[in-house]
C-alpha cells in the first residue's frame, strides 16, 4: 500500500493535473491548440507538493522512527493525507484557466495528474497509520515471567 501510494504520489507532480483548450485567431482563421498544465504550475499546487513531501517523511518516520515519532507518524499521517485531498479537490474544482501568452481559454479538464494525486493520498495516510501501529507491536519488551503470550494478543 505504502509503495503504490509513493509511486502514484511522486508521479502526481510530473504528470499533467489540467489541459486546457486555448483557441488563438477568430473566425476562419482560428486555431486550437491543447496545453497540459502540470501541477506546480497551477495557482496553490506548491501546497501539494509540500503536503505530499510532508506525508513522505511521516511513511518514513513511521516506518524508521522511534517511538513518539512512529506514535506522531502514526497519528498525523492520516489527518495530514485528509488535508491534502482537500487540497487536491480545492486545486482542481477552482482552476478556470491559466492565460497563456495569446489566445483566450476556450475550455479546461482533469487530465491523470489530478486523479493520481487524490488516488495515492488515502493510500499514503492509510500506510502511516498501519506501519506505526505494526512497529508498535514488534517492539513490545519481552515478557521474562511468560505470562505475556504474542500468539494470543
Same mark, same amino acid.
Given at each position: 500500500?505504502?509503495?503504490?501510494?509513493?509511486?502514484?504520489?511522486?508521479?502526481?507532480?510530473?504528470?499533467?493535473?489540467?489541459?486546457?483548450?486555448?483557441?488563438?485567431?477568430?473566425?476562419?482563421?482560428?486555431?486550437?491548440?491543447?496545453?497540459?498544465?502540470?501541477?506546480?504550475?497551477?495557482?496553490? @499546487?506548491?501546497?501539494?507538493? &509540500?503536503? $505530499?513531501?510532508? *506525508?513522505?517523511?511521516?511513511? =518514513?518516520?513511521? +516506518?524508521? %522512527?522511534?517511538? /513518539?515519532?512512529?506514535?506522531?507518524?502514526?497519528?498525523?499521517?492520516?489527518?495530514?493525507?485528509?488535508?491534502?485531498?482537500?487540497?487536491?479537490?480545492?486545486?482542481?474544482?477552482?482552476?478556470?484557466?491559466?492565460?497563456?501568452?495569446?489566445?483566450?481559454?476556450?475550455?479546461?479538464?482533469?487530465?491523470?495528474? @489530478?486523479?493520481?494525486?487524490? &488516488?495515492? $493520498?488515502?493510500? *499514503?495516510?492509510?500506510?502511516? =497509520?498501519?506501519? +506505526?501501529? %505494526?512497529?508498535? /507491536?514488534?517492539?513490545?519488551?519481552?515478557?521474562?515471567?511468560?505470562?505475556?503470550?504474542?500468539?494470543?494478543?
Amino acid at each position: 500500500m505504502a509503495l503504490f501510494g509513493l509511486l502514484g504520489g511522486g508521479a502526481s507532480i510530473f504528470v499533467p493535473w489540467m489541459r486546457q483548450l486555448v483557441v488563438t485567431g477568430s473566425g476562419r482563421r482560428a486555431e486550437s491548440r491543447v496545453e497540459s498544465i502540470t501541477v506546480l504550475n497551477l495557482p496553490h @499546487g506548491l501546497w501539494y507538493v &509540500l503536503f $505530499l513531501c510532508s *506525508l513522505f517523511a511521516l511513511l =518514513g518516520t513511521a +516506518a524508521m %522512527g522511534v517511538d /513518539r515519532g512512529r506514535k506522531l507518524a502514526g497519528v498525523a499521517g492520516p489527518i495530514l493525507s485528509l488535508v491534502t485531498a482537500f487540497v487536491v479537490v480545492g486545486l482542481i474544482t477552482t482552476f478556470d484557466g491559466k492565460a497563456p501568452a495569446a489566445g483566450r481559454v476556450a475550455d479546461t479538464a482533469v487530465a491523470a495528474g @489530478g486523479w493520481l494525486g487524490l &488516488l495515492s $493520498l488515502p493510500l *499514503l495516510g492509510f500506510a502511516c =497509520g498501519l506501519i +506505526a501501529i %505494526g512497529r508498535a /507491536r514488534a517492539s513490545l519488551p519481552a515478557d521474562p515471567s511468560g505470562l505475556y503470550d504474542a500468539g494470543h494478543a
